[in-house]
Nanobody
Framework: QVHLVESGGGLVQPGGSTQLSCAASGITFGRNVMSWYRQAPGKERDLVAAISSTGGIANYADSVKGRFTISRDNAKNTVNLQMNSLKPEDTAVYYC???????????WGKGTLVTVSS
């Protein structure tokens, strides 16, 4: 049974930083690409960043390039999202996602809210 649990987030001031973490269970973590998505109120869920199974390749949405960094620890089955220079438009619920290599199915965490406001 696949289980993804996000943590971190909360209220952050503009220009500030925070880190999100996602703990995965029920999967062979080191064999799967992990991703972070976000959904702002009234908007669609969009890809923020993705990282390859070994961590050697990372991709980012243009809106977060140079500010966010995705990383993973395959020994701890966790994927992190370091978020710097936060802007009010970064306010959203952030979701961890895995698309399993074994069955092609997408699995999502329940999300964690990040609010960027003074």
């Amino acid at each position: 049974q696949v289980h993804l649990v996000e943590s971190g987030g909360g209220l952050v001031q503009p220009g500030g930083s925070t880190q999100l973490s996602c703990a995965a269970s029920g999967i062979t973590f080191g064999r799967n690409v992990m991703s972070w998505y976000r959904q702002a109120p009234g908007k669609e869920r969009d890809l923020v960043a993705a990282i390859s199974s070994t961590g050697g390749i990372a991709n980012y949405a243009d809106s977060v390039k140079g500010r966010f960094t995705i990383s993973r620890d395959n020994a701890k089955n966790t994927v992190n999202l370091q978020m710097n220079s936060l802007k009010p438009e970064d306010t959203a619920v952030y979701y961890c996602k895995v698309r399993l290599a074994s069955d092609g199915m997408n699995y999502w965490g329940k999300g964690t809210l990040v609010t960027v406001s003074s």
